[in-house]
Structures are given as C-alpha cells and as structure tokens.
C-alpha cells in the first residue's frame, strides 16, 4: 500500500486492552490528499484524506486515543520514500485526560 516518495511511521503504544505494540503506519496518495494506515491485529484504521501526512497522522492518532490506546509515540522511518533507519526522534503524543469514574 505504501507508495514510492511517502513517509512511513512505526507507532508504538499501549492497545485498548493495555497491550504493548509496535506498527507501522503507511500513508496512500489520494489526488492531492494523503490517509494514514495502520493494521493491528485485525483492525484496520484509515483517516479520510487529509492536506498532508503530517495532518492524516495526526487524525490517526487522535482516531487512536478515542478508541482507547494510551502512550502513543511515533518515529519517522522513511521520508519521500528514502529509508531513514532510526535516525529521526520518537515523538510522543499525551493521552487525552480520563474521566473519572
């Protein structure tokens, strides 16, 4: 799905169950427009397209914290399709506050 000259993102955190996991997140060129992706288990999570990669990842984590995962952090793998290994920082995402029960 991911397409020569996109970004890649491998996305680690904590599942709705409070499950460590590590996945990578591809992004696929709409017009104009991007939609990250990312596969777990057997979930499929896809934005709508969306300006910029920057701004579907975005949407993906805050479409990810809504369904409950926590401690989300995300490092840049590939930028316009060249490889970066684990040379670029991770970036971590707060987790919105809990309501209390």
Sequence with gaps: MAESGLDKH??????????????????????????????????????????????????LIQTLHRRGYRQLRTQKSFRNGMYLGSQELWVEYPDPPQAEP
């Excluded at 169950?17 to 939609?35: A, I, M, T």
């Excluded at 499929?44 to 949407?59: E, F, I, M, S, W």
């Design 10 to 59: 491998q996305l680690a955190g904590f599942d709705d169950r409070e499950r460590g996991f590590s996945r990578p997140v591809e992004f696929e060129q709409v017009g104009d427009l991007y939609r990250a992706i990312i596969r777990y288990e057997s979930v499929r999570v896809t934005t709508d397209p969306h300006p910029t990669q920057d701004h579907a990842l975005t949407v």
